[in-house]
């Protein structure tokens, strides 16, 4: 399997890079804090009890 990587210089204001930020701290936060469930639910031996996609929700 091949994987390219690509690279881009996005120039932005203060503001639109603060909110980028802020954006993608919630994603790391969102994407560690399932990560951390899944590994909990594994550590026991049992599954999940419920499906973690319905703990996510958008305002």
């Known amino acids: 399997?091949?994987?390219a990587l690509l690279?881009?210089?996005f120039v932005?204001?203060?503001t639109v890079e603060a909110?980028?930020?802020e954006?993608?701290?919630l994603c790391r936060w969102l994407?560690?804090?399932l990560l951390e469930e899944v590994n909990r639910a594994g550590k026991g031996?049992?599954?999940q009890k419920h499906?973690?996609?319905l703990d996510i929700t958008f305002k």
Request: hydrophobic letters at 15%; a positive charge.
């Open 1 to 3: 399997m091949k994987v």
């Open 7 to 9: 690279s881009y210089k």
């Open 12 to 14: 932005s204001s203060k």
């Open 19 to 21: 909110k980028l930020n």
């Open 23 to 25: 954006q993608l701290e």
């Open 31 to 33: 994407y560690n804090r």
């Open 45 to 47: 031996g049992k599954s």
């Open 51 to 53: 499906d973690t996609r």
